[in-house]
């Protein structure tokens, strides 16, 4: 039999380890917690990305242009959500590990700004 890993060791197999190898292990609700606020922001970028499939598959009363325009950005903002969503997961991961407040996110507010945008460009165009 293999002797046990130690606490230390265990850290620093895992990935990240910029995430993992700092501080210590948090309460297993929290981690879970963060977790699942991950997977709502992964989520909403499945559904800014389906978003941006549609807008460009469906026919809409609105020029070529703007609808293409519209998809267009719906993609991006889903790939932002997707990205910033893994940036902030490991940001809460490693400050909940220090025991550090948890950092602020301005990816909340490149989200609402697009979508506002978005929304508008459909309402004109309607």
Do not use: H
């Not at 469906?58 to 969503?85: F, H, P």
């Not at 609402?112 to 004109?124: M, P, W």
């Amino acid at each position: 039999m293999g002797r046990m890993k130690s606490e230390t060791e265990t850290q620093r197999e895992r990935w990240p380890r910029w995430v993992y190898a700092s501080g210590s292990e948090p309460d297993a609700r929290f981690t879970f917690a963060n977790e699942r606020t991950f997977l709502a922001w992964i989520r909403t970028a499945l559904a800014l990305l389906a978003a941006g499939v549609a807008l460009n598959a469906i026919d809409l009363s609105m020029s070529d242009t703007t609808q293409r325009a519209l998809a267009l950005l719906m993609v991006v903002l889903g790939l932002l959500c997707a990205s910033a969503s893994w940036i902030r997961w490991a940001r809460a991961e490693r400050a909940m590990r220090k025991g550090e407040p948890l950092p602020a996110s301005a990816s909340s507010t490149v989200l609402v700004l697009g979508v506002t945008v978005a929304a508008l460009v459909l309402l004109v165009s309607l």
